[in-house]
């Protein structure tokens, strides 16, 4: 195996750790706003996270103003998938968001076409069927009543597949590290939700819980910092660079998957067998992108 079908099979692997870490990021999320408001949320995790990677930010010096104006972009699709999708959570069922935000999967594949020129393969093609399908199954039969949550979410799915595209064209940029990518979308974020908050929403600006009565707020807070967004970032900008945007979708499109489990064991819902089996259907979605590419990929290496 070549140093580089190690750093492939490191990133799919990564990848799938990651989908599993934001399929609990819904349930740890709407925990903590149970202490405090979405914008100030927002700005608290990011801000943290910011802090935290600004030595990588001395890589910036070295990017092209092209590569440093794309990165900038990213931030501010992050900031509206955050915004869109916080919000709508509190607005919609997990059913309907676990559905639509599915949909990301589906759409990369068009995105990545417009953006990028790349056109999906047939084995791709398949993958985004199943997952779709399986989607449907877990959201309970496709039972959707739409509403303004529901948009929302809509809204997070696209802005996810232009963000995954428009960072693929950033990590091209060998001046730029997955952490410098992951430190400047923190930054913007940050930033971004601060400044919605003072213009728009001033009462989302409330004191902090006190680390003394509020230590599980906290201890929230630590893991969507640390798994959610140093973490899980960092990764899906380590695979993007190594990777096509589509097959990076379907490998995260097992999120809603392990949301359902995780919504059963943490939160006590009730999952059906059909959403079960619509689970089963996103995880082979991703199995069968990963294991078909690699073995298209090798037998091209031996003709």
């Given at each position: 195996?070549?140093?580089?079908?190690?750093?492939?099979?490191?990133?799919?692997?990564?990848?799938?750790?990651?989908?599993?870490?934001?399929?609990?990021?819904?349930?740890?999320?709407?925990?903590?706003?149970?202490?405090?408001?979405?914008?100030?949320?927002?700005?608290?995790?990011?801000?943290?996270?910011?802090?935290?990677?600004?030595?990588?930010?001395?890589?910036?010096?070295?990017?092209?103003a092209r590569a440093l104006r794309e990165v900038l972009i990213a931030g501010v699709l992050?900031?509206?998938?955050?915004?869109?999708?916080?919000?709508?959570?509190?607005?919609?069922?997990?059913?309907?968001?676990?559905?639509?935000?599915s949909l990301c999967v589906v759409l990369t594949p068009l995105v990545e076409w417009l953006?990028?020129?790349?056109?999906?393969?047939?084995?791709?093609?398949?993958?985004?069927?199943?997952?779709?399908?399986?989607?449907?199954?877990?959201?309970?039969?496709?039972?959707?009543?739409?509403?303004?949550?529901?948009?929302?979410?809509?809204?997070?799915?696209?802005?996810?597949?232009?963000?995954?595209?428009?960072?693929?064209?950033?990590?091209?940029?060998?001046?730029?590290?997955?952490?410098?990518?992951?430190?400047?979308?923190?930054?913007?974020?940050?930033?971004?939700?601060?400044?919605?908050?003072?213009?728009?929403?001033?009462?989302?600006?409330?004191?902090?819980?006190?680390?003394?009565?509020?230590?599980?707020?906290?201890?929230?807070?630590?893991?969507?910092?640390?798994?959610?967004?140093?973490?899980?970032?960092?990764?899906?900008?380590?695979?993007?660079?190594?990777?096509?945007?589509?097959?990076?979708?379907?490998?995260?499109?097992?999120?809603?998957?392990?949301?359902?489990?995780?919504?059963?064991?943490?939160?006590?819902?009730?999952?059906?067998?059909?959403?079960?089996a619509g689970g089963t259907l996103i995880v082979a979605a991703s199995i069968l992108a990963?294991?078909?590419?690699?073995?298209?990929?090798?037998?091209?290496?031996?003709?």
């Amino acid at each position: 195996m070549t140093k580089q079908e190690r750093l492939l099979m490191l990133s799919d692997l990564m990848l799938l750790a990651v989908a599993a870490v934001w399929g609990t990021s819904y349930g740890v999320a709407k925990s903590a706003l149970a202490f405090y408001p979405v914008l100030g949320l927002l700005a608290l995790r990011f801000g943290i996270t910011f802090v935290i990677l600004a030595p990588a930010l001395r890589h910036l010096r070295g990017a092209s103003a092209r590569a440093l104006r794309e990165v900038l972009i990213a931030g501010v699709l992050l900031l509206g998938i955050f915004l869109a999708e916080t919000f709508g959570i509190q607005m919609t069922r997990a059913a309907n968001a676990a559905f639509l935000i599915s949909l990301c999967v589906v759409l990369t594949p068009l995105v990545e076409w417009l953006l990028l020129k790349r056109v999906p393969s047939r084995v791709e093609g398949v993958a985004v069927l199943l997952s779709l399908f399986g989607a449907w199954l877990l959201a309970g039969d496709g039972a959707l009543n739409f509403n303004p949550g529901d948009a929302l979410i809509l809204l997070a799915a696209l802005l996810r597949a232009l963000t995954v595209c428009v960072t693929k064209r950033v990590m091209r940029d060998p001046a730029l590290p997955p952490l410098t990518v992951t430190a400047v979308q923190s930054g913007v974020a940050a930033a971004g939700s601060a400044a919605v908050a003072w213009l728009f929403a001033p009462r989302q600006w409330q004191p902090l819980p006190t680390f003394n009565e509020h230590a599980t707020f906290w201890a929230y807070v630590a893991y969507l910092v640390l798994a959610c967004t140093l973490f899980g970032f960092f990764a899906q900008n380590f695979a993007i660079k190594r990777s096509s945007p589509t097959r990076v979708s379907l490998l995260m499109g097992s999120e809603p998957a392990f949301g359902a489990l995780f919504a059963c064991l943490w939160l006590g819902e009730r999952i059906s067998s059909t959403a079960w089996a619509g689970g089963t259907l996103i995880v082979a979605a991703s199995i069968l992108a990963t294991v078909r590419w690699n073995v298209s990929r090798t037998s091209a290496a031996q003709t």
